[in-house]
């Protein structure tokens, strides 16, 4: 069920407005996260109400997720903040506690807030978590009319980072520069997948730009188009998942993906063999044989003049 910080943000700034009342102890203004009903403009927004998100943002307790046993890098922890601005209240899973956090949620926020934005009505979001391990965090973020009742979806954007340099990641950093062959390897993967499940296509060259959303499970890449993008209405925001081990030839060597491709095992060197000489020498080729050694000649005695000879 979606969830709301704004039913204790609302309820929280029209205290404040309409009766002047003073701000409650921050155990009484967390937001009880239940979809407020009360269709309140979104211009009512008070600076107090920002104090309240602050309060729910301290009292909040930073989470990780179980590391694995094979994980290069921990997963890290993270916490669900809130941020308000205008008339969008957004949720997202703030890091915590790593040399990049302020980078990496700097970026949650402003993107999020940029396409909340375009949507141009009072918005909030939620989020899904779809990988936190190996230094890679990608997140999905769904985005909701605030005072739509029927808890419609108007859309989603998600967004990867390279935890260790806190950059948000493209999908053309997923791959070598110098090898452009998974423009078209991955389309033709995705229209192999439509056809299997009977999704109507409505071209048959499907964009695949820099900036096309994906998100990262467990060894895969997931490709998102946007409604009405590549197909009908009835298949919402359609998702392509990709498996990393079909697309490794293409991965750049600083690629995030590399975690979830194995080396290639190294073949054990031949063992050294005694040549059959017996065999018949192939065409074009002469054998080899090494030449018989010459017998050592017998030696000469020496003559013995210790012994007397009669005479």
Not at 206 to 211: A, E, R, S, V
Not at 228 to 246: H, K, L, M, N, R
Request: charged share 25%; aromatic share 8%; glycine share 2%.
């Amino acid at each position: 069920m979606k969830k709301s910080i704004m039913s204790g943000l609302i309820a929280a700034a029209a205290a404040i407005m309409l009766c002047g009342c003073q701000s409650a102890p921050a155990a009484e203004l967390q937001p009880s996260f239940e979809k407020s009903s009360k269709a309140v403009p979104a211009a009512t927004f008070a600076p107090e109400v920002f104090e309240v998100v602050k309060e729910y943002n301290s009292s909040q307790v930073a989470v990780s997720a179980p590391a694995e046993e094979d994980d290069i890098y921990a997963p890290v922890t993270i916490s669900r903040c809130a941020y308000c601005e205008n008339n969008c209240c957004i949720v997202y899973p703030a890091l915590q506690n790593q040399p990049t956090a302020d980078m990496i949620n700097a970026s949650m926020r402003e993107n999020i807030m940029a396409k909340a934005k375009k949507l141009n009505m009072a918005v909030f979001t939620e989020y899904r978590v779809e990988y936190n391990r190996n230094g890679i965090f990608s997140v999905r973020i769904f985005m909701y009319d605030l005072y739509d009742e029927s808890n419609t979806c108007l859309g989603s954007m998600a967004l990867t980072y390279d935890v260790e340099t806190g950059a948000l990641c493209k999908i053309s950093d997923l791959f070598d520069e110098n090898n452009q062959y998974w423009r078209g390897r991955i389309p033709d993967m995705i229209t192999a997948q439509a056809k299997d499940s009977d999704m109507l296509l409505l071209n048959d060259l499907l964009p695949i730009d820099d900036d096309r959303e994906f998100y990262i499970t467990e060894d895969s890449i997931v490709i998102v188009y946007n409604k009405y993008e590549i197909t009908t209405a009835s298949e919402g925001e359609p998702e392509f998942e990709i498996q990393v081990e079909d697309v490794k030839e293409y991965v750049g060597d600083d690629s995030v993906l590399n975690i979830f491709i194995a080396p290639d095992d190294t073949p054990a060197p031949t063992p050294e063999t005694t040549p059959d000489l017996t065999t018949e020498p192939l065409a074009g080729q002469e054998r080899e044989t090494e030449a018989s050694p010459s017998p050592a000649p017998t030696p000469t005695p020496e003559p013995d003049f210790s012994v007397e000879v009669d005479r």
